[in-house]
């Protein structure tokens, strides 16, 4: 008797009763046909077994609703209880899940769901996975352990493997049972394989997508991989016949004629969509030689004697001190030689210099010396130009006041220049004959 396509994976399923669901397509879509997900689903218990196979979609379901009862205080048999629940998972004994395992779980009233596609490596190496439970209202936690049991595949990996790009849903909606049979459903209808797996699921967000705006009821996207034992569809190709690639160019929606088989519930981007066919690639792995791991033999090793010979430093110390000194102090007498010992002299400065400006330096040297000492006997008279001269109101000439007598501040713009005390004497210039200072 001839297995039906989704037997690929039945032995597990059939005796760990991980897979879940059966659904019937509607004629309006895939046509009439029982579809039996092939994907591995299974419910969380403490320290369960599962058996994935190697390249095969894993998904397994962590839900609230088991871990609702190990939180005290416990809820009466009909008691409804509506506890936050987040999960922790990781390898038993490391800080994070494998690399090919991932995790997602939108708020902490939904299921998480761990999912990924298991890699040949890790065939028939046990992956215990620690998984942690913390009710957010109670802070109580419950800790049970998933044991992942790789299989390994025959046809793995398939030869046709086409990825998908669906813009109208999230990863965790894309992880459901039934939407993940419908998706495979409306494929195998396109497609015509014997044998139809889904490979892996990636949301958008981790190739590098932006978040979406929360409007219109947006989605991330998710790109679903799928796997087949027959060459592409005349219509999958499509996509790669010039007119559709100009229009992907173009940011157009290229013309696939199969589009309406997944545009009722899917959104494919067909410009995003990657045929890869492994029977035409080349492989470019080379065989790695490995040697014995011994290096060449060098002889045996000498370690330095105990009894080491004494050195004498003190030449060592004299060629490192006392040369600098010396040469800095030859620099240090040959500066001072031309500081002191190379100066000319006030007196031949002066006969060098010409009378006139002599006499211009000497008259400066005399009014700065003035200022100075003006600037320190704070009695003398006020300059001529900021004393009264006449009364502002009557017009007649005021006497001079004395400095004591009011303050500097109250003091008037202008005053009397008629017998002044502390008078500074102007000396007059002599109009005949040379004068110096």
Same mark, same amino acid.
């Given at each position: 008797m001839q297995l039906p396509w989704w037997w690929e994976l039945g032995d597990p399923c059939a005796w760990t009763g991980q897979c879940r669901g059966t659904r019937r397509m509607s004629p309006a879509t895939t046509g009439t046909f029982l579809l039996t997900v092939y994907t591995i689903f299974s419910k969380v218990h403490s320290d369960r077994n599962v058996y994935p196979s190697a390249g095969v979609l894993f998904v397994h379901v962590l839900e609230r609703e088991y871990f609702?009862?190990?939180?005290?205080?416990?809820?009466?048999?009909?008691?409804?209880?509506?506890?936050?629940?987040?999960?922790?998972?990781?390898?038993?004994?490391?800080?994070?899940?494998?690399?090919?395992?991932?995790?997602?779980?939108?708020?902490?009233y939904s299921d998480g769901v761990l999912y990924g596609s298991p890699t040949a490596e890790n065939v028939g190496k046990p992956t215990v996975i620690e998984i942690t439970a913390y009710n957010r209202r109670t802070f109580e936690t419950a800790r049970h352990n998933l044991i992942i049991n790789i299989m390994s595949a025959e046809d793995f990996p398939l030869p046709y493997q086409a990825e998908f790009f669906i813009k109208n849903m999230n990863v965790e909606e894309m992880l459901a049972s039934e939407v993940l049979g419908d998706f495979l459903g409306a494929v195998k209808n396109v497609w015509q394989p014997e044998r139809l797996n889904a490979i892996n699921i990636t949301s958008a967000l981790d190739r590098g997508g932006r978040v979406p705006l929360p409007i219109n009821d947006m989605k991330e996207g998710v790109y679903v991989m799928v796997g087949a034992d027959v060459p592409f569809s005349s219509c999958l190709r499509e996509v790669e016949n010039p007119q559709n690639q100009l229009r992907?160019?173009?940011?157009?929606? +290229?013309?696939?004629?199969?589009?309406?088989? !997944?545009?009722?519930?899917?959104? $494919?981007?067909? *410009?995003k969509?990657?045929? =890869?066919?492994?029977?035409?690639?080349?492989?470019?792995?080379?065989?790695?030689?490995?040697?014995?791991?011994?290096?060449?033999?060098?002889?045996?090793?000498?370690?330095?004697?105990?009894?080491?010979?004494?050195?004498?430093?003190?030449?060592?110390?004299l060629i490192t001190l006392a040369v +600098?000194?010396?040469?800095?102090?030859?620099? !240090?007498?040959?500066?001072?030689? $031309?500081?002191? *010992?190379?100066?000319?002299? =006030?007196?031949?400065?002066?006969?060098?210099?010409?009378?006139?400006?002599?006499?211009?330096?000497?008259?400066?040297?005399?009014?700065?010396?003035?200022?100075?000492?003006?600037?320190?006997?704070?009695?003398?008279?006020?300059?001529?130009?900021?004393?009264?001269?006449?009364?502002?109101?009557?017009?007649?000439?005021?006497?001079?006041?004395?400095?004591?007598?009011?303050?500097?501040t109250n003091m008037p713009l202008m005053q009397t220049q008629q017998n002044l005390p502390h008078q500074t004497q102007i000396p007059q210039q002599q109009t005949t004959g040379k004068w110096y200072p």
């Open positions: 609702k009862g190990e939180f005290p205080p416990y809820p009466k048999p009909g008691e409804i209880s509506n506890d936050p629940i987040t999960f922790n998972t990781n390898l038993m004994g490391y800080p994070d899940r494998p690399g090919w395992l991932r995790y997602i779980q939108r708020t902490p992907c160019s173009q940011e157009m929606e +290229p013309v696939i004629t199969c589009d309406k088989k !997944f545009r009722t519930q899917f959104h $494919i981007d067909w *410009c969509i990657s045929l =890869v066919d492994k029977t035409k690639q080349v492989s470019t792995y080379q065989e790695v030689i490995r040697g014995e791991g011994i290096l060449p033999d060098g002889g045996e090793y000498k370690p330095p004697s105990d009894s080491l010979k004494s050195r004498d430093y003190y030449t060592d110390f +600098p000194s010396a040469v800095a102090l030859v620099l !240090f007498l040959i500066l001072a030689y $031309i500081m002191c *010992c190379r100066r000319e002299g =006030v007196e031949k400065r002066n006969m060098q210099t010409p009378d006139i400006q002599l006499v211009h330096h000497s008259a400066i040297q005399k009014s700065t010396k003035e200022l100075r000492d003006m600037s320190k006997n704070r009695e003398i008279a006020w300059p001529l130009s900021t004393l009264p001269v006449f009364h502002p109101v009557t017009g007649e000439i005021i006497p001079p006041l004395h400095a004591d007598s009011y303050e500097s």
